[in-house]
């Protein structure tokens, strides 16, 4: 938003080479900078939604038998099917928020749309990190309190090993694990998402300035 600002001194200046810009044209650009940014977060949500659904076809039967051994698969499915529908309620949530930027024709009610939107965004993350934090700990809670299943699905070849210590070594692995994918997806989101609201903001504070 540099420009704008760069605008805003020229604009009551009388003697400036550049062409005046009257409220409504400022309006306007933010106003088109501000739609095309939840456009942006909408066609990222989608992507996400198809990129995830290819993932999941490419998973093999043979992977899916071992949370059958842990009679973990239904809870998958329905996991699953519960988050499909969360995910669809969220893209029909960034759509509605794009077409109602799309035609706010007043101040008030586009900074008004801008919070909504970054409200909604962050709900989307955290649920996201929420998510994959609890079916991590379902699985795991789940898969650790069967060890000898669980040495089984990790030893298939049978080799000797101190079940104990594997035990030990396997839940060390699942906690640093859990702990660098939470970070990962925080530090996902944290760009992607958190360019795009940044520029939100800095829309909305723009808003806010051309209001007094």
């Known amino acids: 938003m540099k420009e ?24 306007k650009i933010i106003h088109k900078k501000s739609s095309s940014i939840v456009k942006w977060i ?6 996400e939604l198809f990129f995830w659904s290819f993932l999941n076809f490419l998973i ?7 949370y059958e051994k842990f009679h973990l698969k239904t809870f998958l499915f329905v996991t ?7 995910l669809f309620v969220f893209i029909y949530l960034f759509y509605r ?7 706010k024709d007043t101040t008030n009610k586009l900074m008004k749309s801008i919070i909504k939107t970054r409200k909604t965004v962050n709900y989307y993350v955290y649920y996201n990190i929420i998510l994959y934090a609890i079916i991590s ?20 070849s049978g080799a000797d090993v101190d079940s104990q210590l594997f035990i030990n070594i396997m839940l060390i692995v699942q906690i640093v694990t859990f702990f660098i994918i939470c ?10 998402y958190g360019i795009l609201l940044k520029k939100l903001t800095r829309n909305y504070k723009e808003l806010e300035s051309l209001e007094f």
């Open 137 to 156: 700990i379902v699985f795991n809670i789940s898969m650790f309190s069967q060890p000898d299943i669980l040495v089984e699905v990790m030893n298939p």
């Open 60 to 66: 093999p039967d043979s992977y899916l038998d071992i």
């Open 4 to 27: 704008l600002d760069l605008l805003k001194k020229d604009w009551n200046k009388k003697d400036t080479e550049f062409p005046k810009l009257s409220y409504n044209d400022i309006y």
């Open 42 to 47: 909408f066609i990222i949500c989608i992507a």
């Open 80 to 86: 699953q099917a519960i988050h499909y529908i969360i």
């Open 97 to 103: 928020n794009f077409k109602a930027i799309c035609v």
């Open 183 to 192: 970070g990962l997806l925080w530090l996902y989101y944290r760009i992607i």
